[in-house]
């Protein structure tokens, strides 16, 4: 691959075909699942490499994920042309002085999300229009940053019951504000032209009806951090930007979940829960394919974690009555179960390989966004803007559209 031009000077289509280009050649790491298919082809085309997967220890894969860059500098070692990912996934890290925001104002907020809500208004252009928090919960930033700056607020929530209370709680606060309830997938409301809308951690469609929503009903400015990309997604992954769809990586749901599959903000209860429901659904995945005399993987409807408090033969039989499945008697559920722990550890070891990739999917995915709006008028800037240890779901848009 031709040496990339140096990352300050790479505009942002530049930086996406350049990121296309190196996920088309890394794709067979990246698109597999191990927890899907436990022997992905390239291990037989890459057999050191699975090896050195397989030989980790098995705290490793742990490890490795809480550390980005020393994952990345594992797979140069065995996968060389990995060399150019770095320099294509560094966005710039402003850090301006983060606002010192009244102790009183983060009631009620939790402490990470209240940190996370300081750092977002830090990066918050100043803007003399009214504020548009989109997709608001009880609008903890539309709120923050409107008594910040003495403006009007416009919340838009689905919620009646988070708009109540959104409202109450504006008003306690002196802050002018307007609560549209709205379900934004169903009826997307107008958008005020001289708005400065501010969407912190939007899932998926939410994001994506945003934008949308900009191609008919323009706005002064876009503070976005997008989140959960995959989430309300049927089908493959539709680009939104014209480049997009012309280099279309044609990603499927799980292509995509790859984005987020980080556990950085997660308590170590709710990780071993997670763990626990994995080897589970690994350990049924090895009954369903005998049962079916079908060698392939059956997707299985999400579930609670509180679902480990039932045990194993408990899940199994709540997937396999959604999936209309017959389960004889006799089985000898211990032997399911101890399947399931040892595929767990095999596709978490083999998973390092694919867990590389997350951070490209994701930039490749929110490039889209920002291309899109380019597409749309807007001049764009891209950056991160906090610490992955607060949420890895850094990413910073700001659009402004000229007057």
Not at 73 to 78: A, S
Not at 326 to 331: E, N, Q, V
Request: proline content about 7%.
């Amino acid at each position: 691959m031709r040496q990339l031009p140096r990352r300050c000077c790479m505009s942002l289509s530049e930086r996406f075909a350049q990121l296309t280009a190196v996920l088309r050649q890394y794709e067979p790491f990246w698109r597999p699942s191990p927890f899907v298919y436990p022997t992905p082809a390239w291990c037989r085309d890459h057999a050191e490499l699975a090896d050195a997967c397989l030989r980790l220890p098995d705290t490793m894969p742990a490890e490795l994920d809480a550390e980005p860059a020393v994952l990345q500098q594992w797979l140069q070692v065995h996968l060389p042309g990995m060399q150019v990912l770095p320099d294509l996934l560094a966005l710039p890290a402003s850090a301006p002085a983060v606002p010192t925001l009244p102790a009183q104002w983060s009631v009620d907020i939790p402490g990470r999300k209240w940190q996370q809500i300081a750092a977002f208004a830090a990066h918050t252009p100043a803007h003399a229009g009214r504020l548009l928090d989109w997709c608001s919960g009880k609008s903890h930033l539309g709120r923050t940053l409107a008594q910040l700056r003495q403006q009007s607020l416009l919340a838009v929530e689905r919620d009646p019951v988070l708009c109540r209370e959104g409202y109450a709680q504006a008003r306690a606060a002196g802050v002018s504000a307007e609560f549209l309830c709205a379900d934004v997938l169903q009826a997307p409301p107008a958008l005020p032209r001289d708005a400065q809308v501010l969407a912190l951690h939007a899932c998926g469609d939410l994001h994506r009806t945003l934008l949308r929503q900009l191609a008919v009903h323009p706005v002064r400015q876009l503070v976005l951090a997008p989140c959960c990309y995959h989430l309300w997604l049927r089908g493959d992954y539709q680009p939104l930007s014209a480049l997009a769809q012309q280099q279309d990586l044609q990603l499927d749901r799980n292509s995509v979940q790859l984005a987020v599959q980080e556990a950085v903000t997660s308590s170590p209860r709710v990780r071993q829960q997670t763990a626990v429901l994995a080897a589970w659904r690994l350990g049924f995945d090895a009954l369903q394919r005998e049962l079916r005399g079908v060698d392939e993987y059956l997707n299985t409807p999400s579930l609670p974690q509180s679902v480990v408090a039932e045990g194993f033969e408990a899940v199994c039989r709540r997937i396999a009555e959604h999936k209309q499945l017959t389960i004889p008697a006799g089985i000898d559920w211990p032997h399911y179960q101890q399947r399931g722990e040892a595929r767990l550890q095999r596709a978490q070891k083999l998973q390092v390989v694919r867990h590389g990739f997350r951070r490209a999917m994701e930039l490749w995915l929110v490039l889209d966004l920002a291309l899109y709006l380019e597409q749309l008028g807007y001049a764009v800037t891209l950056q991160q803007f906090c610490d992955r240890q607060l949420t890895p779901r850094n990413m910073l848009l700001q659009a402004e559209r000229a007057r």
